[in-house]
């Protein structure tokens, strides 16, 4: 169980486009879900929290404007990379946490996505 | 403001050999610590998950302890094997709010000589 998948895995696009990044959780219900940006050799640094019916909570210096992020459904957020240019190509990984009245892994315990690898030319 | 530190930041042992991972984070105040691991261009696996108010836990070859009175985790290796190579990744969540965001550890490159 806990199984959480993105789409694409790869996406090459040109600068000035926007791109989409879907987040699932396979098997069950996220109210919750996280946005991370991975760069080469780092470490993943949290974008934004996305709550299944209400606006995202984003992290200081990350451009809601730029990253949008919609979370309509319990099962699926998404992650809009707008006007994208060269320097927001990057490794984009989602989690979603499983809720406290779930049976299985220890409330809190977030379970994260294959990643998303974006280039802008 | 929390910070999470790995030390080493890479490590190379030949194929048998026990080891560990050492984390450590500035702000005592934790919900929890997990460590991951993270294979070259994919997500995350989650290994091991401590609750603040645990000391250890253990699956497998792998075994996690936490001490939080002085800001630091383990993550010991039995065994190692070749299929050991990747990045190790800590993270620690806040204590108090809804959202339980994690503060990730800069890593440890894993390199498991055969």
């Known amino acids: 169980g806990a199984v959480v998948s993105q789409h694409p895995s790869r996406v090459i696009c040109k600068s000035g486009t926007s791109v989409k990044i879907e987040c699932r959780s396979l098997?069950?219900?996220?109210?919750?879900m996280f946005w991370y940006r991975q760069f080469p050799k780092q470490s993943l640094m949290l974008m934004a929290t996305?709550?299944?019916?209400?606006?995202?909570?984003?992290e200081q210096g990350v451009e809601k404007d730029k990253f949008l992020i919609n979370h309509a459904s319990l099962t699926l957020s998404t992650l809009t990379v707008t006007s994208a240019h060269p320097e927001d190509s990057s490794f984009y990984i989602c989690?979603?946490?499983?809720?406290?009245?779930?049976?299985?892994?220890?409330?809190?315990?977030?379970?994260f996505g294959p990643g998303t690898r974006l280039t802008v030319l | 403001k929390q910070e999470v530190t790995q030390i080493p930041a890479a490590l190379s042992v030949p194929e048998g050999e026990n080891l560990v991972l050492n984390c450590s984070f500035t702000?005592?105040?934790?919900?929890?610590l997990q460590w991951f691991r993270q294979d070259p261009g994919k997500g995350l696996t989650s290994l091991l998950l401590?609750?603040?108010?645990?000391r250890e836990q253990t699956s497998g070859r792998l075994n996690a302890s936490l001490d939080k009175s002085s800001g630091r985790s383990t993550l010991y290796i039995a065994a190692s094997q070749p299929g050991d190579s990747a990045t190790y990744l800590c993270?620690?969540?806040?204590?108090?709010?809804?959202?339980?965001?994690?503060?990730f550890g800069t890593g440890t490159l894993l390199a498991v000589q055969p």
């Open positions: 989690s979603a946490r499983v809720p406290s009245d779930n049976i299985g892994p220890p409330y809190n315990e977030q379970f």
């Open positions: 996305s709550n299944e019916g209400s606006k995202a909570t984003y």
């Open positions: 993270a620690v969540s806040k204590m108090g709010g809804a959202t339980n965001k994690l503060i």
């Open positions: 401590i609750q603040s108010s645990q």
């Open positions: 702000d005592s105040a934790i919900y929890n």
């Open positions: 098997d069950f219900q996220a109210t919750t």
